[in-house]
């Protein structure tokens, strides 16, 4: 067995995730290497949803029964989770949503009916990155499509990261608002945030953070980032579907207009008008993702329970290694940076001229789960001239075996086709 330093003890993390003990195919062991599209989930989470269920399910906030007043307490409690697990300076900063997708919706929403200074226009820019997953750069188009606001974007270089060469062009004076990825989703690359953050402050913009592949693998300190708005997701650490964050500065979101309307995020309603709560109660209306909150701080528990930064090193010491046998594959290309420093643990390749989705297919045969597509980041696929890429991405529970597996499979893979 492949000994690497700085690796957990994987042996017995992996008894709290049930679904690991799998056979898929005819008895073949289950070699999950799909965790940048959602991870799993332990039986720690998957208890605290059945024992909400079970025992304090109601809905939140307004009632004053028992049941009312302990679904709140849980639901509240997460919010504080949540708002020590990112270090925000006050839990009235943390949004609940459905997903990320939602969170980057309500900053580019709010941005367009907001009242000056911050209100996005016809004389004002947008910029975002070419390595965007698609939920950070539609809403944006979208954005511009209907205020007439000018998009723009940084490049990629060669070897997969942002082309900062001319950033005083693109990050001006007219910039209200850079959204960029912490760490790409396809390419793996963790973002220079202080370098572009600088600029955007110098000419007063908005800067909002998307860090779905950054908070279930390293800490995450929205004070240390700098950023404005920090756009997450649940089900990549651990947590269920269906629950995501917005974290953004409390004068922000005083100053900011709500999305949505209805229920809960409201002070008083006349039939001639409404006035609204405070953050971030303003920005939750109707019933919220209850459950998926609660689990959502179970998951918190637990990977507080590892430790980020141990965490974050298993996944260096995995993808260094996972690197270095990849390059081993003949035919294999890597797409984004082929050393594992400034790297997450998603790795995007090709092999020769075979179809991502054909390679994806024989995997999976094998028992080998990975991701095949443009992973809802096609503009990078442009950029490099590629139809898709295969994706094989690490947790806290991979292993050295997992990539040796992989390895192996790729090596069918090249067999099957010739």
């Given at each position: 067995?492949?000994?690497?330093?700085?690796?957990?003890?994987?042996?017995?993390?992996?008894?709290?995730?049930?679904?690991?003990?799998?056979q898929?195919?005819?008895?073949?062991?289950?070699?999950?290497l799909?965790?940048a599209?959602?991870?799993?989930?332990?039986?720690?989470?998957?208890?605290a949803?059945?024992?909400?269920?079970?025992?304090?399910?109601?809905?939140?906030?307004?009632?004053?029964?028992?049941?009312?007043?302990?679904a709140?307490?849980?639901?509240?409690?997460?919010?504080?989770?949540?708002?020590?697990?990112?270090?925000?300076?006050?839990?009235?900063?943390?949004?609940?949503?459905?997903?990320?997708?939602e969170?980057?919706?309500?900053?580019?929403?709010?941005?367009?009916?907001?009242?000056?200074?911050?209100?996005?226009?016809?004389?004002?820019?947008?910029?975002?990155?070419?390595?965007?997953?698609h939920?950070?750069?539609?809403?944006?188009?979208?954005?511009?499509?209907?205020?007439?606001?000018?998009?723009?974007?940084?490049?990629?270089?060669?070897?997969?990261?942002l082309?900062l060469?001319?950033?005083?062009?693109?990050?001006?004076?007219?910039?209200?608002?850079?959204?960029?990825?912490?760490?790409?989703?396809?390419?793996?690359?963790?973002?220079?945030?202080?370098?572009?953050?600088r600029?955007?402050?110098?000419?007063?913009?908005?800067?909002?953070?998307?860090?779905?592949?950054?908070?279930?693998?390293?800490?995450?300190?929205?004070?240390a980032?700098?950023a404005d708005?920090?756009?997450f997701?649940?089900?990549?650490?651990?947590?269920?579907t269906?629950?995501?964050?917005?974290?953004g500065?409390?004068?922000?979101?005083?100053?900011?207009?709500?999305?949505?309307?209805?229920?809960?995020?409201?002070?008083?309603?006349?039939?001639?008008?409404s006035?609204y709560?405070?953050?971030?109660h303003?920005?939750?209306?109707?019933?919220?993702p209850?459950?998926?909150?609660v689990?959502?701080?179970?998951?918190?528990?637990?990977?507080?329970?590892?430790?980020?930064?141990k965490i974050?090193?298993?996944?260096?010491?995995?993808?260094?290694?996972?690197?270095r046998?990849?390059?081993?594959?003949?035919?294999?290309?890597?797409?984004?940076p082929?050393?594992?420093?400034?790297?997450?643990?998603?790795?995007?390749?090709?092999?020769?001229?075979i179809?991502?989705?054909?390679?994806?297919?024989?995997l999976?045969?094998?028992?080998?789960?990975?991701?095949?597509?443009?992973?809802?980041?096609?503009?990078v696929?442009?950029?490099?001239?590629?139809?898709?890429?295969?994706?094989?991405?690490?947790?806290?529970?991979?292993?050295?075996?997992?990539?040796?597996?992989?390895?192996?499979?790729?090596?069918?893979?090249?067999?099957?086709?010739?």
């Amino acid at each position: 067995m492949t000994q690497l330093p700085g690796l957990l003890d994987t042996e017995a993390i992996r008894k709290d995730f049930p679904i690991l003990d799998r056979q898929v195919h005819d008895g073949r062991k289950l070699v999950y290497l799909d965790n940048a599209a959602t991870s799993q989930k332990p039986r720690q989470v998957l208890d605290a949803l059945n024992e909400y269920y079970e025992r304090y399910n109601a809905n939140v906030h307004r009632g004053v029964h028992v049941l009312a007043e302990e679904a709140t307490a849980l639901y509240e409690g997460a919010r504080d989770k949540v708002a020590e697990f990112i270090n925000a300076p006050s839990r009235d900063e943390v949004i609940f949503t459905k997903n990320a997708s939602e969170s980057l919706n309500l900053v580019a929403n709010m941005l367009g009916w907001a009242d000056e200074p911050y209100r996005v226009d016809s004389e004002t820019e947008i910029v975002i990155t070419e390595m965007e997953h698609h939920s950070n750069i539609v809403p944006w188009q979208l954005l511009a499509q209907r205020t007439g606001a000018k998009l723009k974007w940084f490049g990629l270089t060669d070897d997969g990261r942002l082309d900062l060469s001319n950033i005083d062009e693109i990050i001006t004076e007219k910039t209200k608002i850079v959204s960029f990825v912490l760490v790409s989703n396809i390419l793996g690359t963790v973002n220079p945030v202080e370098a572009i953050v600088r600029r955007a402050q110098e000419v007063g913009a908005l800067v909002c953070v998307d860090a779905s592949q950054a908070a279930p693998h390293m800490p995450l300190d929205v004070q240390a980032l700098q950023a404005d708005f920090v756009a997450f997701t649940g089900h990549k650490m651990c947590a269920p579907t269906g629950i995501g964050v917005l974290w953004g500065r409390q004068e922000l979101l005083e100053d900011l207009p709500p999305f949505l309307g209805g229920g809960e995020m409201i002070e008083t309603v006349s039939m001639h008008s409404s006035t609204y709560a405070p953050a971030p109660h303003k920005f939750e209306a109707g019933t919220p993702p209850i459950a998926q909150a609660v689990g959502l701080g179970a998951a918190i528990d637990y990977l507080g329970s590892i430790g980020m930064d141990k965490i974050l090193a298993h996944e260096h010491a995995l993808t260094q290694y996972a690197v270095r046998r990849l390059q081993e594959v003949p035919d294999l290309r890597i797409i984004g940076p082929t050393t594992a420093e400034d790297r997450g643990a998603a790795i995007s390749f090709t092999l020769g001229d075979i179809h991502p989705h054909d390679v994806g297919q024989v995997l999976d045969e094998q028992g080998i789960a990975v991701r095949v597509g443009h992973h809802c980041a096609r503009p990078v696929c442009l950029r490099y001239g590629i139809p898709a890429t295969t994706r094989a991405s690490f947790y806290l529970y991979s292993t050295p075996a997992e990539i040796d597996a992989l390895v192996d499979g790729l090596e069918h893979v090249r067999n099957f086709f010739g």
